[in-house]
Nanobody
Framework: VQLQASGGGSVQPGRSLKLSCSAS????????AGWYRQTPGNQREIVAQ???????TYANSVKGRFTVSRDNAKKMLYLQMDSLNEKDTAVYYC?????WGQGTLVTVSS
């Protein structure tokens, strides 16, 4: 399985970003997937998770602002991030089953 994440960047507070993760896994549609993030000196934390049939759960810190989705036909995982604030600054990682993608940096700063 190979994962390729994209979509990170620098934005001002209140703005939006959408992260994408492309998976090569043949069984993508059958496995859990999710997004995590990590800041320097801290452990990687879960942001959102989505079941194979699209049921999503979120960390309390992003609930109501972030939306995780997946397109099983395209083997794609997404994270729509709205109302971003400085605390969302981190390296974001996608995870499909037990495989991690490379991180993509999101910086929220005025």
């Amino acid at each position: 399985v190979q994962l390729q994440a994209s979509g990170g960047g620098s934005v001002q507070p209140g703005r939006s970003l959408k992260l994408s993760c492309s998976a090569s896994a043949s069984r993508f549609q059958f496995v859990f997937a999710g997004w995590y993030r990590q800041t320097p000196g801290n452990q990687r934390e879960i942001v959102a998770q989505i079941t194979p049939d699209g049921v999503a759960t979120y960390a309390n810190s992003v609930k109501g602002r972030f939306t995780v989705s997946r397109d099983n036909a395209k083997k794609m995982l997404y994270l729509q991030m709205d109302s971003l604030n400085e605390k969302d600054t981190a390296v974001y990682y996608c995870k499909v089953a037990a495989t991690w993608g490379q991180g993509t940096l999101v910086t929220v700063s005025s």
